[in-house]
């Protein structure tokens, strides 16, 4: 990449990690959750559109093949939508998710050179070191004042700047296999000063995370550090052990900060506890399984867990939220098991190309590069487990964390290939025309995420004073908005009442 370039790359990569991190100390004229969702909407009709009318004007058939399976899913996101198409806003969430897969995909074929991709996974390590370690300085601070305030329970406090505990973990999901390899590669990784800047960020967040209890967090990354060392194995090791050696620092924080300091200067010490009980989530888990045999194999069309009369007497009785705490099955439910095909297709490809990624790898004992795929490896497997458990890309500032790693995994394991040349006069009149079709769509959908936050607003105002439900959070905050008819008060512009 070119200096400029590389630029660009780093500022939008930080611009990103800023609005997801420190978005309640930005002066925004929306909710924190509602501007990260329109940075993610936005950011993604950009690079769809313009990664779309690239490919269309300039790569070849072979290049395109690789781009058949993200095809297929992303196209089954808004087909299996079409039946619903009378619904309210039912183009906002298959557009969403079709953008999300289709732009990962098409920008990490894009990166052509082994350096190049080395190049993008640096950039974005640094900069999480950087954002967490900043994150972690800002919790130190809140630390500090929740003791000088004898405050008991931390976890009340700890995370700070997020909706709930939950969406902060799905982020420490992703981020926290990719610490270790800031002092593995890159141009600062025999610094002494930078090696100690990382294990503290790393020892702080590990604290959060034994804080707040993130099970699924937990899960994911002993998943994730058990995939890495199983497939990848040896080449593996250095980035295992560096990954340990922070968990261990973590460990120290914890019963430095979470329970001696504590002890010491408050009567009444309050440690969250790790628990193995399912927080209501198997009636929830339950009624999205019955949900997606209603239409087998289809769905019941996008948004239908918020908007399906109840199937399941356990539902009835549980607690409501935006979704059943569970990706896949939410998927499955919504637009049904024939989506999950779809996904299996895409990460078939994607073991595919890792396999014969590793093979390149250790026939040519290039070390950096193992140790890139294995944090990258790692991340990606942690938060795919996590997702299981609690819907982890629904929330904004997960899923633009996630897109960039994603991105990132996917050059890595996308076979190098030959940089196409610039556009000749014939391509970039078609390019012209690709990016203008391709925007337009990208258009059409912004509107419509636009008049969805304007009805949400409204409906949420005189919801929460007639019979508030809370903020079940989905693509929006607040995550209640459509309902089934039978829960609609009175009239709401856009409603099934309307």
């Given amino acids: 990449m070119t200096k400029v370039q590389t630029f660009f790359v780093s500022l939008l990569t930080a611009t990103v990690f800023v609005s997801v991190l420190f978005a309640d100390l930005l002066p925004l004229p929306l909710g924190s959750y509602a501007f990260q969702r329109f940075v993610q909407v936005c950011l993604l009709a950009i690079i769809c559109t313009g990664a779309g009318a690239l490919y269309i004007s300039r790569c070849g058939i072979e290049s395109t093949k690789q781009l058949l399976p993200v095809l297929i899913i992303a196209s089954s996101f808004v087909l299996l939508a079409f039946p619903f198409r009378e619904s309210p806003y039912v183009w906002v969430e298959p557009g969403l998710y079709a953008a999300f897969f289709f732009g990962f995909v098409a920008i990490g074929n894009l990166a052509s050179s082994e350096t190049t991709k080395h190049q993008w996974a640096v950039i974005l390590v640094y900069c999480t070191v950087v954002a967490v370690a900043f994150y972690g300085a800002t919790t130190i601070m809140v630390y500090l004042f929740a003791l000088s305030d004898e405050v008991s329970q931390l976890s009340a406090f700890i995370p700070w700047g997020f909706v709930n505990i939950r969406y902060w973990s799905h982020i420490a999901t992703w981020l926290m296999p990719l610490l270790p390899l800031a002092i593995l590669v890159g141009p600062l990784r025999n610094q002494r000063l930078w090696r100690f800047f990382c294990a503290l960020a790393a020892a702080v967040w590990w604290w959060v995370?034994?804080?707040?209890?993130?099970?699924?967090?937990?899960?994911?990354?002993?998943?994730?550090?058990?995939?890495?060392?199983?497939?990848?194995?040896?080449?593996?090791?250095?980035?295992?052990?560096?990954?340990?050696?922070?968990?261990?620092?973590?460990?120290?924080?914890?019963?430095?900060?979470?329970?001696?300091?504590?002890?010491?200067?408050?009567?009444?010490?309050?440690?969250?506890?790790?628990?193995?009980?399912?927080?209501?989530?198997?009636?929830?888990?339950?009624?999205?399984?019955?949900?997606?045999?209603?239409?087998?194999?289809?769905?019941?069309?996008?948004?239908?867990?918020?908007?399906?009369?109840?199937?399941?007497?356990?539902?009835?009785?549980?607690?409501?939220?935006?979704?059943?705490?569970?990706?896949?099955?939410?998927?499955?439910?919504?637009?049904?098991?024939?989506?999950?095909?779809?996904?299996?297709?895409?990460?078939?490809?994607?073991?595919?190309?890792?396999?014969?990624?590793?093979?390149?790898?250790?026939?040519?004992?290039?070390?950096?590069?193992?140790?890139?795929?294995?944090?990258?490896?790692?991340?990606?497997?942690?938060?795919?487990?996590?997702?299981?458990?609690?819907?982890?890309?629904?929330?904004?500032?997960?899923?633009?964390?996630?897109?960039?790693?994603?991105?990132?995994?996917?050059?890595?394991?996308?076979?190098?290939?030959?940089?196409?040349?610039?556009?000749?006069?014939?391509?970039?009149?078609?390019?012209?025309?690709?990016?203008?079709?391709?925007?337009?769509?990208?258009?059409?959908?912004?509107?419509?995420?636009?008049?969805?936050?304007?009805?949400?607003?409204?409906?949420?105002?005189?919801?929460?004073?007639?019979?508030?439900?809370?903020?079940?959070?989905?693509?929006?905050?607040?995550?209640?908005?459509?309902?089934?008819?039978?829960?609609?008060?009175?009239?709401?512009?856009?409603?099934?009442?309307?």
């Fill in 209 to 498: 995370i034994f804080l707040s209890t993130s099970r699924g967090t937990m899960l994911g990354l002993i998943f994730g550090l058990f995939v890495v060392l199983i497939f990848i194995g040896r080449p593996a090791l250095p980035w295992g052990k560096v990954f340990l050696r922070y968990l261990g620092y973590g460990l120290v924080a914890w019963l430095i900060l979470s329970v001696l300091v504590p002890s010491i200067l408050i009567d009444e010490l309050n440690v969250r506890a790790l628990h193995a009980r399912s927080a209501g989530r198997i009636p929830l888990f339950l009624e999205a399984w019955r949900m997606s045999f209603e239409n087998f194999p289809l769905g019941m069309g996008p948004l239908s867990w918020l908007t399906h009369e109840t199937l399941t007497e356990e539902y009835l009785k549980s607690s409501k939220f935006g979704h059943p705490h569970n990706m896949y099955l939410m998927w499955a439910a919504e637009y049904g098991w024939l989506i999950v095909g779809a996904l299996m297709v895409l990460v078939t490809q994607a073991i595919r190309l890792f396999w014969l990624r590793l093979r390149a790898v250790r026939d040519e004992n290039q070390e950096t590069s193992a140790l890139i795929l294995a944090a990258f490896t790692a991340s990606v497997s942690a938060a795919l487990l996590h997702a299981g458990a609690s819907s982890v890309f629904i929330a904004p500032g997960s899923m633009l964390i996630g897109f960039f790693v994603l991105c990132v995994f996917w050059a890595l394991i996308s076979p190098n290939r030959v940089a196409t040349s610039r556009l000749g006069a014939g391509n970039k009149a078609v390019f012209a025309a690709a990016f203008i079709a391709i925007g337009f769509v990208a258009f059409l959908w912004l509107r419509e995420v636009v008049v969805y936050y304007d009805a949400m607003l409204e409906d949420r105002n005189y919801h929460f004073e007639t019979a508030p439900y809370g903020t079940p959070p989905r693509f929006w905050h607040y995550g209640m908005f459509p309902r089934p008819p039978s829960q609609m008060i009175r009239d709401v512009p856009g409603s099934f009442t309307d």
